[in-house]
């Protein structure tokens, strides 16, 4: 089963000559429970792609649906409904709040929402992702690895369908950045999730169950 389906999705910035076709016609299925990595060149669109997936920006022309909500019409209220309910984030730079603690931070998406986390399950994902020891700790006090792991634990609080990462390992050494991506791997088997993760790192992209190439702003077959 396809939990996210993309068709002749395009998205162009800027007109005349400047105009860049970022997504210039793209046909994609993801499938539910996976791991899909996207691989490409530098500028090919990945960004772009992973964006509309999760909600963040609208296409010109084309449709994406996600675990059965078509995006298409969906008002800009909505959409962050749909971001808060059905997707959670990972990027390269964790984007993790400096000022709050690992804890506050891991919340940060519930509070937003004004729900309240349920305690067993937090306590879950802070130990499989060895961050239980650090809940008091600032950002900043964290190694890289550690606050993607905090990032990651923060993605999955909220039990979305689809977890999308751009470069969560990025900003890694290759040893952290295997050991990050190997627990986001367990978290997302675990709560039987689906993964997808922009990389360039042909290394990481062979643990995915499916790798899609982006290029010049078309899925290359
Ligand atoms: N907001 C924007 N305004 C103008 N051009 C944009 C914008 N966002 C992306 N682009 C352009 O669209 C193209 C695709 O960008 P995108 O960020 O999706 O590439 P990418 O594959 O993620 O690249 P990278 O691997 O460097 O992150 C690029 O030419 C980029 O310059
Ligand atoms: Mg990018």
Known sequence: MDIV???NLKK????????????????LAIEKGKFTAIIGASGSGKTTLLNMIGGMDIPDEGEVIVDGVNLRGL??????????????FIYQNFNLVSTLTVKENILFPLSLAGSTPDPVFFEEIVKLLHIEERLNAFPAELSGGGQQRVAIARALIAKPAIILADEPTGNLDSKSGQNVLGLLKLSVETYRQTLVMIT????????????VRIEDGRVRA
């Open 75 to 88: 008002k800009e209220k909505e959409l962050s409904v749909f971001r808060r309910s059905k997707v959670g």
């Open 200 to 211: 360039h790192n042909l290394e990481l992209a062979q643990m995915a169950d499916c790798v």
């Open 5 to 7: 389906t993309v068709h």
């Open 12 to 27: 162009y910035f800027g007109r005349g000559e400047n105009q860049v076709k970022a997504l210039d016609g793209v046909d």
